[in-house]
């Protein structure tokens, strides 16, 4: 089956743009996860999305927003941009049931992207 | 989520086993130990979990030591796509989310 797909792959933005990045997750999983990584923070967790609710959320600014449709995709909206939000924007899906379901998250390619 | 503690780098010889020390003193009694590991540009992989049990799949196996408060990653036989950056991570698996709290892992170098 599919695995998780994120578009674009590389985007290139300027200071005080805002950008959206977009991921489907793998058919039948409820669960979106988004991440940030950077060569100086390392994975950091943004926010989670089950059945079009937030569950989670990691310690970063209001800039960062995210949103989940009813057919499981989901999508990460950053407001203007600031240089330091360059890095590369994994996201994740699960079952999202809980309990021992969710073992795994399958993590897509990423999304890069530069902010100049 | 308890804090986990890895070594930043280590070097295995190919066809060699590979052990990746993890360390989470503060574990609880209801947290999980998972492994994932990012090989270059890519998303994370997922590899292993474990509560108390020593584990065993088709990629590794994970010594979970009696006290839980360390374990090891191993890879049998290590080959050069092994190369990788390695995560210890420990959550609590509920129905409240799944929100990974990534370290900064350790670094495996394969070498021929």
């Known amino acids: 089956k599919a695995g998780v797909t994120q578009t674009p792959r590389y985007l290139i933005k300027t200071r005080g743009q805002q950008v959206t990045l977009s991921c489907s997750p793998i058919s039948g999983h409820r669960s979106v996860s988004w991440y940030q990584q950077t060569p100086g923070q390392g994975l950091q967790f943004l926010f989670e999305?089950?059945?079009?609710?937030?569950?989670n959320k990691g310690n970063f600014p209001g800039r960062f927003s995210g949103r989940q449709f009813s057919n499981s995709r989901s999508e990460m909206n950053v407001s203007t941009l600031e240089l330091g939000d360059s890095a590369l924007y994994l996201c994740a899906s699960s079952l999202g049931a809980g309990g021992l379901v969710d073992t795994e998250a399958f993590f897509g390619q990423g999304t890069r992207l530069t902010v100049v | 989520d308890a804090k986990t503690t890895q070594p930043p780098s280590m070097d295995c010889a190919e066809g060699r086993a590979a052990n990746l020390p993890c360390n989470h003193s503060t574990i609880s009694g209801n947290e999980y130990v998972y492994w994932y590991r990012q090989i270059h540009s890519q998303g994370p992989q997922y590899i292993i979990h474990?509560?108390?049990n020593n584990e065993t799949n088709e990629m590794a196996s994970l010594i979970i030591t009696e006290d839980r408060k360390s374990s090891t990653l191993i890879l049998p036989h290590a080959t050069l796509r092994d190369t990788a950056v390695y995560y210890c991570i420990v959550r609590v698996v509920s129905n409240s989310g799944y929100a990974l709290n990534f370290g900064k892992g350790t670094s495996l170098l394969v070498t021929p």
């Open positions: 999305y089950f059945s079009e609710t937030q569950r």
């Open positions: 474990g509560l108390k």
